[in-house]
Protein backbone atom coordinates (compact mmCIF):
# COMPACT_ATOMS: atom_id res chain seq x y z
CA UNK A 1 0.00 0.00 0.00
CA UNK A 2 1.06 3.41 -0.83
CA UNK A 3 2.89 5.18 2.14
CA UNK A 4 2.51 9.42 2.06
CA UNK A 5 5.55 11.19 3.74
CA UNK A 6 4.57 14.41 3.88
CA UNK A 7 7.49 17.35 3.43
CA UNK A 8 7.70 18.88 7.31
CA UNK A 9 5.62 22.27 7.14
CA UNK A 10 2.81 24.43 8.74
CA UNK A 11 -0.34 24.13 7.75
CA UNK A 12 -1.51 27.16 9.40
CA UNK A 13 -2.65 30.33 6.76
CA UNK A 14 -0.12 32.75 7.46
CA UNK A 15 -2.06 36.13 9.23
CA UNK A 16 -2.42 38.90 6.42
CA UNK A 17 -2.72 36.22 3.20
CA UNK A 18 -5.49 37.26 0.80
CA UNK A 19 -6.92 34.61 -1.34
CA UNK A 20 -6.06 33.96 -4.54
CA UNK A 21 -9.92 33.14 -5.44
CA UNK A 22 -13.35 33.30 -3.77
CA UNK A 23 -16.18 32.20 -3.98
CA UNK A 24 -19.11 33.97 -2.69
CA UNK A 25 -22.71 32.79 -2.64
CA UNK A 26 -22.37 30.51 -5.62
CA UNK A 27 -25.83 29.13 -6.51
CA UNK A 28 -26.40 26.66 -9.72
CA UNK A 29 -29.75 25.16 -10.50
CA UNK A 30 -30.52 22.05 -13.00
CA UNK A 31 -34.43 22.70 -13.63
CA UNK A 32 -35.84 22.29 -10.06
CA UNK A 33 -32.58 20.29 -8.65
CA UNK A 34 -30.31 22.66 -6.83
CA UNK A 35 -26.98 21.56 -7.57
CA UNK A 36 -24.94 24.16 -5.32
CA UNK A 37 -26.61 26.47 -2.61
CA UNK A 38 -25.02 29.36 -1.66
CA UNK A 39 -21.67 27.85 -1.55
CA UNK A 40 -18.42 30.23 -0.20
CA UNK A 41 -15.12 29.13 -0.10
CA UNK A 42 -11.71 30.23 -0.02
CA UNK A 43 -8.62 29.07 -1.91
CA UNK A 44 -5.18 30.47 -0.89
CA UNK A 45 -1.69 30.54 -2.35
CA UNK A 46 0.97 27.78 -1.85
CA UNK A 47 -1.98 26.04 -0.38
CA UNK A 48 -3.45 22.35 -1.15
CA UNK A 49 -7.60 22.51 -0.37
CA UNK A 50 -9.21 19.41 -0.24
CA UNK A 51 -12.90 18.71 -1.49
CA UNK A 52 -14.80 16.01 -0.25
CA UNK A 53 -18.51 15.50 -0.31
CA UNK A 54 -20.67 12.49 -1.25
CA UNK A 55 -21.47 11.18 -4.93
CA UNK A 56 -24.08 14.10 -5.79
CA UNK A 57 -23.13 16.64 -3.04
CA UNK A 58 -21.88 19.51 -5.98
CA UNK A 59 -18.29 19.04 -6.23
CA UNK A 60 -18.04 18.52 -9.89
CA UNK A 61 -20.82 21.26 -10.66
CA UNK A 62 -18.66 23.74 -8.45
CA UNK A 63 -15.35 22.72 -9.70
CA UNK A 64 -16.95 23.09 -13.57
CA UNK A 65 -17.98 26.75 -12.51
CA UNK A 66 -14.72 27.37 -11.53
CA UNK A 67 -12.74 26.16 -14.65
CA UNK A 68 -15.47 28.05 -17.06
CA UNK A 69 -17.19 25.12 -18.02
CA UNK A 70 -20.69 26.55 -16.24
CA UNK A 71 -22.21 29.71 -15.18
CA UNK A 72 -23.83 30.42 -11.71
CA UNK A 73 -26.80 31.97 -11.63
CA UNK A 74 -26.39 33.67 -8.14
CA UNK A 75 -22.67 34.59 -6.61
CA UNK A 76 -19.56 36.08 -7.36
CA UNK A 77 -16.29 34.48 -8.44
CA UNK A 78 -13.49 36.52 -7.13
CA UNK A 79 -9.68 35.98 -8.37
CA UNK A 80 -7.15 38.17 -6.37
CA UNK A 81 -9.86 39.75 -4.86
CA UNK A 82 -11.64 41.14 -8.30
CA UNK A 83 -15.08 40.16 -9.49
CA UNK A 84 -14.91 37.95 -12.63
CA UNK A 85 -17.23 36.28 -14.71
CA UNK A 86 -15.86 33.52 -16.89
CA UNK A 87 -17.89 32.92 -20.26
CA UNK A 88 -15.46 29.72 -21.18
CA UNK A 89 -12.74 27.84 -20.36
CA UNK A 90 -10.57 29.59 -21.72
CA UNK A 91 -11.80 33.05 -19.57
CA UNK A 92 -10.34 30.56 -16.55
CA UNK A 93 -7.38 29.69 -18.45
CA UNK A 94 -6.24 33.35 -19.37
CA UNK A 95 -7.13 34.10 -15.16
CA UNK A 96 -4.55 31.45 -14.30
CA UNK A 97 -7.15 28.60 -13.13
CA UNK A 98 -6.74 25.07 -14.96
CA UNK A 99 -8.32 21.74 -14.00
CA UNK A 100 -6.91 18.13 -14.57
CA UNK A 101 -9.65 15.76 -15.52
CA UNK A 102 -10.00 12.25 -15.19
CA UNK A 103 -9.41 11.14 -18.51
CA UNK A 104 -6.59 12.75 -20.67
CA UNK A 105 -7.08 14.34 -23.49
CA UNK A 106 -3.81 13.66 -25.06
CA UNK A 107 -2.41 12.96 -28.91
CA UNK A 108 -1.34 9.32 -28.38
CA UNK A 109 0.68 10.17 -31.70
CA UNK A 110 2.68 12.90 -30.44
CA UNK A 111 5.44 13.89 -28.16
CA UNK A 112 5.19 15.48 -24.78
CA UNK A 113 6.75 18.45 -25.88
CA UNK A 114 4.14 18.60 -28.44
CA UNK A 115 1.05 17.84 -26.70
CA UNK A 116 1.78 20.73 -23.97
CA UNK A 117 2.35 23.13 -27.01
CA UNK A 118 -0.55 22.14 -28.57
CA UNK A 119 -2.82 24.60 -29.35
CA UNK A 120 -0.48 27.45 -27.72
CA UNK A 121 -0.63 30.59 -29.80
CA UNK A 122 2.46 31.55 -31.53
CA UNK A 123 3.78 27.35 -31.11
CA UNK A 124 3.42 26.63 -34.64
CA UNK A 125 6.62 28.55 -35.67
CA UNK A 126 8.92 26.85 -32.73
CA UNK A 127 11.41 24.59 -33.69
CA UNK A 128 10.73 21.12 -32.00
CA UNK A 129 13.83 20.83 -30.56
CA UNK A 130 13.15 24.27 -28.77
CA UNK A 131 9.48 22.43 -27.73
CA UNK A 132 11.08 20.32 -26.09
CA UNK A 133 13.77 22.40 -24.32
CA UNK A 134 11.40 24.33 -23.34
CA UNK A 135 9.52 21.42 -21.95
CA UNK A 136 12.59 19.82 -20.03
CA UNK A 137 12.98 23.18 -18.46
CA UNK A 138 9.46 23.48 -17.17
CA UNK A 139 9.63 19.79 -16.01
CA UNK A 140 12.72 20.10 -13.99
CA UNK A 141 11.90 23.36 -12.64
CA UNK A 142 8.74 21.23 -10.72
CA UNK A 143 10.49 17.87 -10.32
CA UNK A 144 8.45 16.62 -12.95
CA UNK A 145 10.48 12.96 -14.03
CA UNK A 146 9.39 13.04 -17.74
CA UNK A 147 11.19 12.57 -21.43
CA UNK A 148 9.72 15.97 -23.39
CA UNK A 149 10.26 13.79 -26.71
CA UNK A 150 9.00 10.73 -25.35
CA UNK A 151 5.77 9.67 -27.31
CA UNK A 152 2.42 9.45 -25.48
CA UNK A 153 1.32 5.94 -26.57
CA UNK A 154 4.61 4.44 -24.84
CA UNK A 155 3.99 6.41 -21.51
CA UNK A 156 2.28 5.01 -18.49
CA UNK A 157 -1.11 6.94 -16.97
CA UNK A 158 0.82 8.39 -14.09
CA UNK A 159 3.51 9.97 -16.75
CA UNK A 160 0.33 10.63 -19.05
CA UNK A 161 -1.31 12.67 -15.95
CA UNK A 162 2.26 14.41 -15.90
CA UNK A 163 1.88 15.82 -19.29
CA UNK A 164 -1.08 16.99 -18.14
CA UNK A 165 0.15 18.90 -15.28
CA UNK A 166 2.64 20.10 -17.52
CA UNK A 167 0.31 21.44 -19.92
CA UNK A 168 -1.07 23.74 -17.20
CA UNK A 169 2.15 24.71 -15.75
CA UNK A 170 3.03 25.73 -19.38
CA UNK A 171 -0.20 28.15 -19.44
CA UNK A 172 0.63 29.86 -16.39
CA UNK A 173 -1.83 28.23 -13.80
CA UNK A 174 -1.71 29.26 -10.44
CA UNK A 175 -4.72 27.42 -9.46
CA UNK A 176 -4.58 23.27 -10.70
CA UNK A 177 -7.82 21.30 -9.68
CA UNK A 178 -7.46 18.02 -9.99
CA UNK A 179 -10.22 15.64 -10.04
CA UNK A 180 -10.05 12.33 -8.80
CA UNK A 181 -6.26 12.24 -10.06
CA UNK A 182 -4.88 8.54 -8.32
CA UNK A 183 -7.67 6.71 -9.78
CA UNK A 184 -5.67 5.07 -12.70
CA UNK A 185 -1.91 5.47 -10.51
CA UNK A 186 -0.11 2.76 -8.98
CA UNK A 187 1.18 3.70 -5.40
CA UNK A 188 4.69 4.67 -6.51
CA UNK A 189 2.92 6.94 -9.00
CA UNK A 190 0.59 8.45 -6.55
CA UNK A 191 3.63 9.36 -4.37
CA UNK A 192 5.36 10.67 -7.12
CA UNK A 193 2.24 12.95 -7.42
CA UNK A 194 1.99 14.37 -4.39
CA UNK A 195 5.80 14.94 -4.32
CA UNK A 196 4.77 17.38 -7.72
CA UNK A 197 2.17 18.80 -5.41
CA UNK A 198 4.11 19.45 -2.74
CA UNK A 199 6.45 21.12 -4.69
CA UNK A 200 4.46 23.48 -6.88
CA UNK A 201 2.62 24.91 -3.33
CA UNK A 202 6.22 25.76 -2.57
CA UNK A 203 6.19 27.45 -6.00
CA UNK A 204 3.34 29.42 -4.60
CA UNK A 205 0.88 27.16 -6.49
CA UNK A 206 -3.02 26.51 -5.28
CA UNK A 207 -3.91 23.04 -5.52
CA UNK A 208 -7.82 22.06 -5.29
CA UNK A 209 -7.81 18.02 -4.52
CA UNK A 210 -11.04 16.34 -5.25
CA UNK A 211 -10.49 12.22 -3.97
CA UNK A 212 -12.97 9.81 -1.99
CA UNK A 213 -9.63 7.90 -1.02
CA UNK A 214 -9.47 9.47 2.52
CA UNK A 215 -6.03 8.87 3.63
CA UNK A 216 -4.56 10.44 0.38
CA UNK A 217 -6.55 13.49 1.85
CA UNK A 218 -5.40 13.37 5.17
CA UNK A 219 -1.73 12.96 4.08
CA UNK A 220 -1.89 15.85 1.67
CA UNK A 221 -4.54 18.60 2.01
CA UNK A 222 -3.86 21.82 4.40
CA UNK A 223 -7.29 22.33 4.93
CA UNK A 224 -10.35 19.86 4.27
CA UNK A 225 -13.72 21.55 2.76
CA UNK A 226 -16.69 19.31 3.33
CA UNK A 227 -20.07 19.34 0.91
CA UNK A 228 -23.00 17.93 1.73
CA UNK A 229 -26.16 18.44 -0.34
CA UNK A 230 -24.95 21.49 -2.62
CA UNK A 231 -23.88 23.47 0.90
CA UNK A 232 -20.59 23.76 2.56
CA UNK A 233 -20.73 21.53 6.11
CA UNK A 234 -17.91 23.14 7.04
CA UNK A 235 -13.60 23.04 6.69
CA UNK A 236 -11.70 20.74 8.69
CA UNK A 237 -7.72 21.03 9.89
CA UNK A 238 -6.63 17.52 8.76
CA UNK A 239 -4.26 17.57 12.45
CA UNK A 240 -8.16 17.30 14.34
CA UNK A 241 -8.95 14.56 12.07
CA UNK A 242 -8.60 10.93 14.65
CA UNK A 243 -9.10 8.32 11.37
CA UNK A 244 -10.22 7.63 8.26
CA UNK A 245 -13.40 6.50 9.55
CA UNK A 246 -13.90 9.89 11.88
CA UNK A 247 -13.73 11.66 8.40
CA UNK A 248 -16.07 9.90 6.35
CA UNK A 249 -19.22 10.28 9.47
CA UNK A 250 -17.96 13.87 8.91
CA UNK A 251 -18.55 13.56 5.06
CA UNK A 252 -21.77 11.11 5.21
CA UNK A 253 -23.63 12.47 8.38
CA UNK A 254 -23.54 9.01 9.74
CA UNK A 255 -21.00 6.42 10.74
CA UNK A 256 -19.48 4.28 7.67
CA UNK A 257 -17.39 1.54 8.61
CA UNK A 258 -14.86 1.95 4.95
CA UNK A 259 -15.07 -1.81 5.44
CA UNK A 260 -16.92 -5.22 4.93
CA UNK A 261 -17.27 -7.81 6.54
CA UNK A 262 -16.66 -10.85 3.77
CA UNK A 263 -17.83 -13.98 5.06
CA UNK A 264 -16.35 -17.07 3.80
CA UNK A 265 -19.23 -18.23 1.05
CA UNK A 266 -20.16 -21.76 -0.45
CA UNK A 267 -17.91 -22.42 -3.80
CA UNK A 268 -19.39 -23.99 -6.35
CA UNK A 269 -18.69 -25.21 -9.91
CA UNK A 270 -17.23 -22.87 -12.27
CA UNK A 271 -18.56 -20.34 -13.75
CA UNK A 272 -15.72 -18.42 -16.32
CA UNK A 273 -13.00 -19.99 -17.54
CA UNK A 274 -9.89 -18.90 -19.64
CA UNK A 275 -7.66 -21.13 -21.43
CA UNK A 276 -3.90 -20.09 -22.69
CA UNK A 277 -5.74 -16.95 -23.97
CA UNK A 278 -3.11 -15.20 -26.63
CA UNK A 279 -4.24 -12.58 -28.77
CA UNK A 280 -6.00 -9.04 -28.75
CA UNK A 281 -2.90 -7.98 -27.11
CA UNK A 282 -2.77 -10.67 -23.98
CA UNK A 283 -0.35 -13.34 -23.62
CA UNK A 284 -1.15 -16.82 -22.33
CA UNK A 285 -3.95 -16.07 -20.15
CA UNK A 286 -5.56 -18.46 -17.43
CA UNK A 287 -7.86 -17.68 -15.15
CA UNK A 288 -11.07 -19.23 -13.67
CA UNK A 289 -13.96 -18.12 -11.62
CA UNK A 290 -16.18 -20.04 -9.28
CA UNK A 291 -20.18 -19.52 -7.99
CA UNK A 292 -19.38 -17.87 -4.65
CA UNK A 293 -16.34 -16.43 -5.02
CA UNK A 294 -14.88 -13.24 -6.02
CA UNK A 295 -11.81 -12.68 -8.25
CA UNK A 296 -10.33 -9.27 -8.56
CA UNK A 297 -7.64 -8.11 -11.64
CA UNK A 298 -5.78 -5.42 -10.85
CA UNK A 299 -3.25 -3.51 -12.80
CA UNK A 300 -2.17 0.06 -14.53
CA UNK A 301 -4.70 1.28 -16.89
CA UNK A 302 -3.89 -0.24 -20.55
CA UNK A 303 -1.86 -3.86 -19.64
CA UNK A 304 -4.46 -5.70 -21.31
CA UNK A 305 -7.59 -5.26 -18.41
CA UNK A 306 -9.88 -3.61 -21.31
CA UNK A 307 -8.90 -6.75 -23.73
CA UNK A 308 -9.94 -9.28 -21.44
CA UNK A 309 -13.12 -7.66 -20.46
CA UNK A 310 -13.84 -7.47 -24.39
CA UNK A 311 -12.93 -10.91 -24.67
CA UNK A 312 -15.17 -12.27 -21.47
CA UNK A 313 -18.25 -10.19 -21.75
CA UNK A 314 -18.69 -10.25 -25.78
CA UNK A 315 -17.60 -7.13 -26.80
CA UNK A 316 -15.22 -9.19 -29.10
CA UNK A 317 -14.62 -12.91 -29.91
CA UNK A 318 -11.68 -14.57 -28.42
CA UNK A 319 -9.53 -17.34 -30.36
CA UNK A 320 -11.44 -20.52 -30.11
CA UNK A 321 -11.55 -22.52 -27.27
CA UNK A 322 -10.13 -20.03 -25.06
CA UNK A 323 -12.99 -18.75 -23.29
CA UNK A 324 -15.60 -21.01 -21.72
CA UNK A 325 -18.90 -19.02 -20.01
CA UNK A 326 -20.79 -21.99 -17.22
CA UNK A 327 -18.96 -24.54 -19.07
CA UNK A 328 -20.17 -23.43 -22.72
CA UNK A 329 -17.28 -22.40 -25.83
CA UNK A 330 -17.99 -18.97 -25.25
CA UNK A 331 -19.38 -18.64 -29.15
CA UNK A 332 -22.50 -21.04 -28.00
CA UNK A 333 -22.69 -19.49 -24.45
CA UNK A 334 -23.56 -16.61 -26.49
CA UNK A 335 -25.73 -17.81 -29.18
CA UNK A 336 -27.88 -19.53 -26.38
CA UNK A 337 -27.84 -16.72 -23.21
CA UNK A 338 -30.87 -15.80 -22.04
CA UNK A 339 -31.61 -12.86 -20.29
CA UNK A 340 -31.83 -13.91 -16.63
CA UNK A 341 -29.67 -16.50 -14.62
CA UNK A 342 -26.65 -15.77 -16.88
CA UNK A 343 -24.05 -13.53 -17.33
CA UNK A 344 -23.88 -9.82 -16.57
CA UNK A 345 -21.66 -6.50 -17.47
CA UNK A 346 -21.51 -3.22 -15.12
CA UNK A 347 -18.96 -1.53 -17.48
CA UNK A 348 -16.28 1.23 -16.44
CA UNK A 349 -18.00 3.64 -18.71
CA UNK A 350 -21.57 4.46 -17.11
CA UNK A 351 -22.78 7.13 -19.12
CA UNK A 352 -21.76 5.84 -22.54
CA UNK A 353 -21.82 2.25 -22.75
CA UNK A 354 -23.96 1.22 -19.70
CA UNK A 355 -26.67 3.48 -20.86
CA UNK A 356 -28.43 5.74 -23.11
CA UNK A 357 -27.95 9.20 -20.68
CA UNK A 358 -30.98 10.75 -22.62
CA UNK A 359 -33.46 8.08 -21.45
CA UNK A 360 -35.00 7.78 -18.44
CA UNK A 361 -34.57 5.35 -15.78
CA UNK A 362 -37.58 2.95 -17.37
CA UNK A 363 -35.73 2.56 -20.34
CA UNK A 364 -32.53 2.33 -18.77
CA UNK A 365 -33.75 -0.94 -16.94
CA UNK A 366 -35.32 -2.42 -20.17
CA UNK A 367 -32.14 -2.36 -21.71
CA UNK A 368 -31.04 -5.19 -20.65
CA UNK A 369 -34.29 -6.76 -18.99
CA UNK A 370 -36.79 -6.36 -21.78
CA UNK A 371 -37.67 -10.14 -22.82
CA UNK A 372 -38.38 -10.20 -19.10
CA UNK A 373 -41.21 -7.70 -19.83
CA UNK A 374 -42.21 -8.72 -23.03
CA UNK A 375 -44.80 -10.84 -24.51
CA UNK A 376 -44.49 -11.91 -27.74
CA UNK A 377 -44.85 -8.81 -29.84
CA UNK A 378 -46.16 -6.63 -26.55
CA UNK A 379 -44.02 -4.49 -23.87
CA UNK A 380 -45.13 -4.36 -20.34
CA UNK A 381 -44.00 -1.01 -19.72
CA UNK A 382 -46.50 -0.78 -16.33
CA UNK A 383 -44.95 -3.25 -14.68
CA UNK A 384 -41.56 -1.53 -15.69
CA UNK A 385 -42.15 1.09 -14.14
CA UNK A 386 -43.19 -0.46 -10.67
CA UNK A 387 -40.28 -2.37 -10.96
CA UNK A 388 -37.92 0.51 -10.90
CA UNK A 389 -39.84 2.23 -8.30
CA UNK A 390 -39.15 -0.71 -6.49
CA UNK A 391 -35.26 -0.61 -7.62
CA UNK A 392 -35.35 3.20 -6.81
CA UNK A 393 -36.62 2.40 -3.28
CA UNK A 394 -33.57 -0.93 -2.67
CA UNK A 395 -30.71 1.01 -3.84
CA UNK A 396 -31.39 4.29 -2.71
CA UNK A 397 -31.03 6.02 -6.20
CA UNK A 398 -31.29 10.01 -5.91
CA UNK A 399 -33.04 11.15 -7.49
CA UNK A 400 -36.23 9.10 -7.15
CA UNK A 401 -38.05 9.94 -9.72
CA UNK A 402 -38.18 6.91 -12.74
CA UNK A 403 -38.57 9.51 -15.32
CA UNK A 404 -35.05 11.21 -14.29
CA UNK A 405 -32.71 10.99 -17.40
CA UNK A 406 -29.28 8.82 -16.95
CA UNK A 407 -27.06 12.06 -17.30
CA UNK A 408 -28.46 13.94 -14.50
CA UNK A 409 -27.71 11.25 -11.71
CA UNK A 410 -24.54 11.52 -10.08
CA UNK A 411 -21.64 9.05 -11.07
CA UNK A 412 -22.36 7.45 -7.54
CA UNK A 413 -26.37 7.36 -8.53
CA UNK A 414 -25.50 6.25 -11.73
CA UNK A 415 -23.60 2.99 -10.87
CA UNK A 416 -26.67 2.31 -8.72
CA UNK A 417 -28.58 2.37 -11.23
CA UNK A 418 -26.41 0.02 -13.35
CA UNK A 419 -26.04 -2.50 -10.26
CA UNK A 420 -29.87 -2.71 -9.66
CA UNK A 421 -30.23 -3.24 -13.27
CA UNK A 422 -27.83 -5.86 -13.55
CA UNK A 423 -28.52 -7.46 -10.28
CA UNK A 424 -32.45 -7.76 -11.13
CA UNK A 425 -31.15 -10.36 -13.79
CA UNK A 426 -30.20 -12.88 -11.13
CA UNK A 427 -26.97 -13.44 -12.79
CA UNK A 428 -24.21 -16.79 -12.44
CA UNK A 429 -21.47 -14.82 -13.69
CA UNK A 430 -20.71 -11.08 -12.55
CA UNK A 431 -18.36 -8.52 -14.59
CA UNK A 432 -17.74 -5.46 -12.78
CA UNK A 433 -15.11 -2.87 -14.02
CA UNK A 434 -14.51 -0.45 -11.89
CA UNK A 435 -17.38 -0.94 -10.21
CA UNK A 436 -16.46 2.01 -7.29
CA UNK A 437 -14.41 4.40 -9.60
CA UNK A 438 -15.00 7.77 -8.39
CA UNK A 439 -17.41 6.91 -5.73
CA UNK A 440 -17.68 8.23 -2.29
CA UNK A 441 -17.15 6.20 0.54
CA UNK A 442 -20.69 5.82 1.64
CA UNK A 443 -21.77 4.41 -2.32
CA UNK A 444 -18.71 1.98 -1.91
CA UNK A 445 -19.63 0.33 0.97
CA UNK A 446 -23.23 -0.39 -0.88
CA UNK A 447 -21.49 -1.40 -4.18
CA UNK A 448 -19.28 -3.77 -2.24
CA UNK A 449 -21.80 -5.14 0.06
CA UNK A 450 -23.95 -5.93 -3.45
CA UNK A 451 -21.44 -7.42 -5.14
CA UNK A 452 -20.79 -10.10 -1.98
CA UNK A 453 -24.67 -10.71 -1.60
CA UNK A 454 -24.64 -11.82 -4.85
CA UNK A 455 -22.11 -14.65 -4.21
CA UNK A 456 -25.25 -16.65 -3.24
CA UNK A 457 -26.02 -16.80 -6.99
CA UNK A 458 -22.93 -15.70 -8.74
CA UNK A 459 -19.03 -15.55 -9.71
CA UNK A 460 -17.38 -12.14 -9.42
CA UNK A 461 -14.79 -11.09 -11.00
CA UNK A 462 -13.99 -7.42 -11.04
CA UNK A 463 -11.53 -5.13 -12.67
CA UNK A 464 -10.01 -2.44 -9.96
CA UNK A 465 -7.17 0.09 -10.09
CA UNK A 466 -7.65 -0.01 -6.05
CA UNK A 467 -5.74 -2.01 -4.40
CA UNK A 468 -7.86 -1.79 -1.14
CA UNK A 469 -10.97 -2.45 -2.90
CA UNK A 470 -9.49 -5.79 -4.03
CA UNK A 471 -8.23 -6.17 -1.05
CA UNK A 472 -11.76 -6.37 0.94
CA UNK A 473 -13.44 -7.91 -1.71
CA UNK A 474 -11.59 -10.39 -3.08
CA UNK A 475 -10.71 -14.50 -2.22
CA UNK A 476 -8.13 -14.51 -5.24
CA UNK A 477 -6.23 -11.45 -6.88
CA UNK A 478 -4.75 -11.31 -10.28
CA UNK A 479 -1.80 -9.04 -11.63
CA UNK A 480 -1.66 -7.91 -14.83
CA UNK A 481 0.90 -6.50 -16.74
CA UNK A 482 1.39 -6.37 -20.38
CA UNK A 483 -1.60 -8.37 -21.21
CA UNK A 484 0.02 -11.11 -18.88
CA UNK A 485 -1.42 -12.45 -15.39
CA UNK A 486 2.58 -12.30 -13.52
CA UNK A 487 0.94 -14.03 -10.51
CA UNK A 488 -2.59 -14.93 -8.80
CA UNK A 489 -2.57 -14.18 -4.99
CA UNK A 490 -4.29 -15.19 -2.08
CA UNK A 491 -5.80 -12.53 -0.16
CA UNK A 492 -5.82 -14.49 2.97
CA UNK A 493 -1.89 -14.67 2.66
CA UNK A 494 -0.37 -12.44 4.96
CA UNK A 495 2.52 -11.49 2.29
CA UNK A 496 -0.18 -10.68 -0.82
CA UNK A 497 -0.12 -6.75 0.09
CA UNK A 498 3.51 -6.31 -0.40
CA UNK A 499 3.62 -8.37 -3.67
CA UNK A 500 0.85 -6.49 -5.66
CA UNK A 501 2.86 -2.91 -5.70
CA UNK A 502 6.08 -4.84 -7.63
CA UNK A 503 3.86 -6.86 -9.48
CA UNK A 504 1.73 -4.05 -11.01
CA UNK A 505 5.37 -2.43 -12.19
CA UNK A 506 6.20 -5.70 -14.27
CA UNK A 507 8.64 -7.13 -10.93
CA UNK A 508 9.07 -10.91 -11.08
CA UNK A 509 10.98 -12.37 -8.79
Not at 265 to 279: C, F, P, Q, R, S
Not at 380 to 395: C, M, P, S, V
Request: hydrophobic letters at 45%; glycine letters at 8%.
Amino acid sequence: MAMFVRPVRERAIPEGTQPVVSLKGLTKRFGKVVANDGITLDVYPGRIKALLGENGAGKSTLMSMLAGRYRPDEGVIEVDGNPTKFSSSKDAIAAGIGMVYQHFMLVDSMTVAENVLLGQEGSFFINPKEFETRVGALAKEYGLDIDPAARISDLSMGERQLVEILKLLYRKSRILIFDEPTAVLTPEETNRLFEALWRMTEQGKSIIFISHKLEEVIALADEIAILRRGKIEGELDPNAIESKADLASRMVGREVLLEVDRQPADIGEVVLEVKNLTGLGLVSVDLDVKKGEVVAIVGVAGNGQKALVEAVTGLCKPPVDSVFIMGQPWRKFFAESTWNRSMCYIPEDRLGLATLPNHNLVDNLLLTTRKGFSRGWLLDKKRAEKDTIELIKKFDIRPGRIHALAWQLSGGNLQKAVLARELYREPRLIVAEQPTQGLDVSATEEVWNRLLAARDLAGVLIVTGDINEALQLADRIAVIYRGEILGILDTSDPDTVGKIGPLMAGLVD
